[in-house]
């Protein structure tokens, strides 16, 4: 299949056209999470072309995923097999026409700035706190744009994050909130359709950063599906910040946080 055709409408789009798919051609996105929101999202953006992807999961696939996990299928839950390693093949099955990456691993204060390294964006498929903070301090601190998305029950939320230019995780909360506190999908559920949602809104969030990086706005847009509400919140950038104005990425050095 030639790629006009593949993307014909993607460059009809008057948002992005032919430099702004050229732009996404030669992006390379690192999607940490690969459960209901990291399947979501990189589905999205392998079918916008989105030249490299890189899959990062230490799960493997169970039976309970399939009712919101959109890429795999019961065949992977039979094998257990790796999320990272199923969706890179179901993701080259949907486009032969991009490089995919999987890594099978846990993401780590030690190990998230080689994972990130050399990627132009990373986009938050993650189901805990902890691992955002972490994403947030090594993005500021390698000058990496991210996307931050989180979903539970019928409520979901997303903020675009790039430094030097909007706020960032910490202004929003300064410190994860006690472990038990927020509603997570283990404790309250979750609706399948809500992650699809919230998911293409979180790549929807990266193909402008890669193609129109000066409308990204401190925004956090939170919405409940269920009640059809939604909700734009303006974030500031808070100048006592602990990340993004004194630079000081505790997270990264959790030993002596």
């Known amino acids: ?24 051609r030669r992006a390379k996105a690192v999607v940490i999470g690969c459960g209901a929101l990291g399947c979501s999202i990189s589905s999205c953006l392998a079918r916008a072309g989105v030249g490299t992807i890189k899959i ?6 169970e039976l309970g995923n399939l009712h919101r996990q959109f890429l795999y299928d019961e065949a992977d839950a039979r094998q257990g097999k790796p999320k990272a390693l199923a969706a890179a093949d179901h993701l080259r099955e949907a486009n032969s026409d991009i490089n995919i990456i999987p890594e099978a691993v846990r993401v780590t204060a030690e190990n ?8 132009d964006i990373i986009l938050d498929g993650t189901d805990n706190m902890e ?29 675009t994050i790039a ?7 910490r202004c929003l909360m300064e410190e994860p909130p006690p472990s ?4 997570t999908a283990d404790t309250i559920g979750i609706i399948n359709s809500l992650p699809v949602m919230v998911g293409a809104m979180e790549a929807l969030e990266a193909l402008k950063v ?7 706005r401190s925004q956090l847009l939170y919405f409940d599906a269920w009640e059809r509400t939604f909700k734009t919140i303006e974030v500031p950038r808070r100048d006592d910040c602990p990340a993004c104005a004194r630079r000081k990425f505790e997270f990264l050095s959790p030993a002596t946080k």
Not at 56 to 61: E, F, N, S
Not at 112 to 118: N, R
Not at 133 to 151: E, M, R, S, Y
Not at 163 to 169: G, Y
């Open 112 to 119: 998230i700035e080689s994972i990130i390294e050399d990627f």
């Open 131 to 159: 691992t955002r903070f972490l994403i947030n301090d090594a993005a500021l601190k390698n000058g990496k744009p991210w996307v931050h998305g989180a979903v539970a029950g019928t409520v979901g939320m997303t903020m």
């Open 163 to 169: 430094p030097e230019k909007t706020a960032c995780l």
């Open 210 to 216: 890669l193609v129109s990086p000066e409308e990204v």
């Open 180 to 183: 038990g506190s927020v509603p």
């Open 1 to 24: 299949m030639k790629n006009e055709e593949r993307y014909a409408k993607q460059i009809l789009c008057e948002r992005i056209g032919e430099r702004g798919h050229a732009a996404i």
């Open 56 to 61: 990062v999961d230490g799960d493997c696939v």
